[in-house]
């Protein structure tokens, strides 16, 4: 991270901020279902009302891989056209921006 911040990279700090925020909403043994709400009362299941993959994942798309972001980041072609084609597709997992 200190090496992002001194080659003036910053954008690469905050996708991994970014994509590393989207990863924790999906249950860990699941690769495309969000996790539960949050409560502190009692353990909920089912899919977390304020998530949603596709809207969360089209965001990180086009803020950090279009060949139009703001803060695109350095990715080779092949990268960058697996995650043009999830996000075309709206398909979208746990571990598209891996």
């Known amino acids: 991270i200190q090496h992002c911040a001194r ?3 910053t954008e690469n700090i905050q996708f991994w901020n970014a994509v590393n ?10 690769n495309c279902l969000p996790l539960p709400p949050l409560d502190s009362d009692d353990e909920a299941s ?3 009302e304020d998530f949603d993959a ?7 798309y086009k ?3 279009a060949v ?10 092949k990268q960058r056209n697996f995650i043009k084609s999830v996000a075309e597709s709206k398909s979208f997992q746990k571990d ?3």
């Open 21 to 30: 925020e989207y990863k924790s909403k999906f249950k860990d043994e699941e």
């Open 63 to 65: 803020r950090f891989v």
């Open 96 to 98: 598209t921006f891996d």
């Open 46 to 48: 089912g899919p977390r």
């Open 7 to 9: 080659e003036f990279s």
């Open 54 to 60: 596709i809207k969360e994942g089209t965001e990180l």
């Open 68 to 77: 139009t972001a703001e803060e695109q980041i350095n990715l080779n072609a």
